[in-house]
């Protein structure tokens, strides 16, 4: 089984698999990484979401992933969403703009976010509609 590129929606994610290897993450430059797999399954893949993205006001970078196919050892994993009730209004957090600082975002709820954007292709970019 494999899964499009996409970011995690919410504000965190846990993930722990049976170390089969699979996941990547895309860098800066477009290339896609391998995330260690661990042998052992010891370790979890933590994370950041789009919501968090936009707490931190783009400080912490929710970064696009994917599962690639692999013919020699199925891949398990579950994972842990954690995001914000629906009715919560989501915007940088004051503390983390400094004096005078810039808002990469406009408030919205998480109703919002959830609705008409995330109808599209798994992989769009559903922050883009509220940047400021
Ligand atoms: O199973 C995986 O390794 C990744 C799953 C994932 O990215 C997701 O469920 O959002
Ligand atoms: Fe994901």
Not at 31 to 44: E, I
Not at 50 to 64: A, C, E, I, P
């Amino acid at each position: 089984m494999a899964f499009g590129e996409h970011t995690d929606p919410q504000i965190i994610s846990v993930l722990r698999s049976n170390g089969a290897p699979g996941l990547e993450i895309s860098l800066r430059d477009g290339a896609w990484a391998s995330v260690p797999h661990d042998g052992d399954g010891d370790s979890f893949f933590v994370n950041v979401g789009d919501t968090l993205q936009v707490l931190t006001n783009g400080r912490f970078r929710s970064v696009k992933h994917r599962v690639v196919v692999n013919s020699e050892k199925s891949r398990v994993s579950m994972v842990f969403f954690g995001g914000p009730p629906p009715g919560e209004r989501l915007a940088p957090l004051p503390a983390l703009l400094g004096d005078g600082g810039r808002s990469r975002y406009r408030e919205f709820t998480w109703k919002e976010y959830k609705g008409s954007g995330c109808k599209g292709r798994l992989a769009d970019d559903r922050l883009c509609r509220f940047e400021n």
